[in-house]
Nanobody, 124 residues
Framework: QVQLVESGGGLVQTGGSLRLSCAAS????????MAWFRQTPGKEREFVAG????????RYADSVKGRFTISRDNVKPTVYLQLNSLKPEDTAVYYC?????????????????WGQGTQVIVSS
């Protein structure tokens, strides 16, 4: 069992940066695939980035490649999402998710545990 709590969201201007954090509790965090998804009203939750349990593998949505970076610290234990060169279309609620099956998937149904979300608003 893993509990996830996101933080770091806020209001930022176009071109700005934010760093999201997802603090995890539970002894098995270090063995879980972790990911970030985002959602806007009326739309499905979409994959943003994911990272394997040992940080060897990462995966990004095409829309954020080169701008966002996912990382994790299994000691703390926390997963991060660095958001750079933000655009208004990045505005969304960002969710942290955990998956115990070692597969770095990009669909919400592949993840068992979710945080409550943190709002990111990018003003034009």
């Amino acid at each position: 069992q893993v509990q996830l709590v996101e933080s770091g969201g806020g209001l930022v201007q176009t071109g700005g940066s934010l760093r999201l954090s997802c603090a995890a509790s539970g002894r098995t965090f270090s063995s879980y695939v972790m990911a970030w998804f985002r959602q806007t009203p009326g739309k499905e939750r979409e994959f943003v980035a994911g990272i394997s349990w040992n940080s060897v593998s990462t995966r990004y949505a095409d829309s954020v490649k080169g701008r966002f970076t996912i990382s994790r610290d299994n000691v703390k234990p926390t997963v991060y999402l660095q958001l750079n060169s933000l655009k208004p279309e990045d505005t969304a609620v960002y969710y942290c998710a955990a998956n115990p099956r070692y597969f770095l998937g990009n669909t919400p149904n592949g993840y068992d545990y979710w945080g409550q979300g943190t709002q990111v608003i990018v003003s034009s």
